[in-house]
Each structure stands twice: as structure tokens, then as C-alpha cells.
């Protein structure tokens, strides 16, 4: 069974850091593209990072390039978000995604459960 663990949400304020962690089991975590996507209530989810398996090159959306880092950990099945001067924007709930594609899609094989994110100003 295919479990992908989100930890590390939580309120924060602007300007503040803080690491979201999505630990993998159940699948062969090196042939997987893992990436992120966030929500807000009734709006559509929101693509935020990947980094493919192919190579670990990775990609972000505009809204967080520069102030969002990704990285994996091959040894540990574990993706790290690094959010750094975050913005009330940045406030959602963020998903873990596990994709087979070389490149995440809008539709990964599997999702996280979430965790939640506030910035407040």
C-alpha cells in the first residue's frame, strides 16, 4: 500500500521559514517524480514544485521560485520543502504528489493526505 506522510505545517508569520517533509513507503521511491501542489477552499489544486526521478532536476511554479526549495532524500524515501519569506498567499493546504511520469502532471498517481499552512501578516 502506497503511503505518501506530509509533516511539518503549521501557523507561521510573514516572513518566516518553515520545511514541509513527505515521507514515501509502499513504492519504489527512485522511479517516482515527487512534487507539491496547494489548495484553498473552492479553488482549484495549485501545482507548486517537482523534482523528477529521472535526474532530480527540478521545477517550481512562478509564484515560488526563489523562495521555495526542493530536495530529496533517496536514502530516507523523504521529499523536503524548504519555504523561506513566506507570504499570507502561500497560506493552503499543501499535498504531497507521487508521479511515474518523468515530469509531475496534473494528475500524479498518488496524494498525500495534506498539511496545513498559515501565514498571518
Known amino acids: 500500500q502506497v503511503q505518501l506522510v506530509e509533516s511539518g505545517g503549521g501557523p507561521v508569520q510573514a516572513g518566516d521559514s518553515l520545511t514541509l517533509s513527505c515521507a514515501a513507503s509502499?513504492?519504489?521511491?527512485?522511479?517516482?517524480?515527487m512534487g507539491w501542489f496547494r489548495q484553498v477552499p473552492k479553488t482549484d489544486r495549485e501545482y507548486v514544485a517537482d523534482?523528477?526521478?529521472?535526474?532530480?532536476?527540478?521545477n517550481y511554479a512562478g509564484a515560488v521560485q526563489g523562495r521555495f526549495t526542493l530536495s530529496r532524500d533517496l536514502a530516507k524515501n523523504t521529499v523536503y520543502l524548504q519555504m523561506n519569506s513566506l507570504k499570507p498567499e502561500d497560506t493552503a493546504v499543501y499535498y504531497c504528489?507521487?508521479?511515474?511520469?518523468?515530469?509531475?502532471?496534473?494528475?500524479?498517481?498518488?496524494w498525500g493526505q495534506g498539511t496545513q499552512v498559515t501565514v498571518s501578516l
Open positions: 523534482i523528477s526521478w529521472n535526474n532530480g532536476s527540478t
Open positions: 504528489a507521487a508521479d511515474l511520469a518523468i515530469a509531475m502532471t496534473n494528475y500524479p498517481d498518488y
Open positions: 509502499g513504492l519504489t521511491f527512485s522511479t517516482y517524480t
